[in-house]
């Protein structure tokens, strides 16, 4: 009987959205600060859609000068340009699905209802933004810059909402929702890609690393 009655007296116990409006003092309207970081949201996610045409313009000049190579059975510049394809389609499936995770950032964005769900919304992809750093360098200058600024625009939206020093800690739950964003990201991409790429002719498949320029 005690038992029972304590189950019928016990509070219910807060959303994780919940116990981060405890933890956030936020400076000035909710609304206005949402809707501008919408905006920057839509702006980055332009630039990648520009990212992304170049990488695919680029992937299908390096095809075609694929297939030139073994129509002249030059296998040495067939397995370098392979290697130099393999990595520009490697950066353009990670750019489509950053991309992808942001229009879903932005998406929860406009439906947001107070600074709680807008926090949990943006942490998921801090993690994404560090790794496009590291992965985009190498091939696309000034696009290593560029994800820098979306970080530091989602950080820094972060960063302005919460009280104090800004600590917080990152349960479970917190990380099974960033799972679901990447992973729904993820899915979207890989069907995309099957459709946006030609097959490299099967003679030029190769592991070796290339150290020379993109073309």
């Given at each position: 009987m005690t038992q029972l009655k304590d189950k019928w007296t016990k509070q219910p116990q807060p959303s994780i959205s919940e116990k981060f409006n405890d933890l956030i003092k936020p400076k000035g309207p909710l609304k206005p600060r949402v809707q501008t970081a919408i905006k920057k949201l839509s702006l980055q996610i332009s630039k990648l859609d520009n990212m992304l045409t170049k990488l695919q313009e680029r992937d299908g000049k390096l095809f075609q000068r694929i297939v030139e190579a073994t129509q002249k059975h030059d296998t040495q510049t067939s397995k370098v340009l392979s290697n130099e394809l393999a990595e520009v389609r490697k950066v353009t499936?990670?750019?489509?699905?950053?991309?992808?995770?942001?229009?879903?950032?932005?998406?929860?964005?406009?439906?947001?209802?107070?600074?709680?769900?807008?926090?949990?919304?943006?942490?998921?992809?801090?993690?994404?933004?560090?790794?496009?750093?590291?992965?985009?360098?190498?091939?696309?200058?000034?696009?290593?810059?560029?994800?820098?600024?979306?970080?530091?625009?989602?950080?820094?939206?972060?960063?302005?909402?919460?009280?104090?020093?800004?600590?917080?800690?990152?349960?479970?739950?917190?990380?099974?929702?960033?799972?679901?964003?990447?992973?729904?990201?993820?899915?979207?991409a890989e069907n995309s890609a099957g459709d946006m790429f030609p097959s490299v002719p099967a003679s030029t498949s190769s592991t070796e690393t290339s150290s020379s320029k993109f073309y």
């Open positions: 499936k990670i750019l489509s699905n950053a991309r992808i995770a942001l229009e879903r950032i932005e998406l929860r964005l406009t439906t947001t209802n107070d600074i709680g769900d807008t926090v949990m919304t943006i942490m998921p992809t801090m993690g994404l933004m560090k790794n496009l750093k590291s992965s985009l360098g190498k091939i696309m200058p000034g696009a290593e810059q560029e994800i820098g600024q979306m970080a530091d625009m989602l950080g820094g939206f972060m960063t302005e909402s919460f009280a104090g020093d800004g600590a917080f800690g990152i349960d479970e739950s917190t990380n099974m929702e960033s799972d679901k964003i990447l992973q729904e990201a993820a899915a979207v």
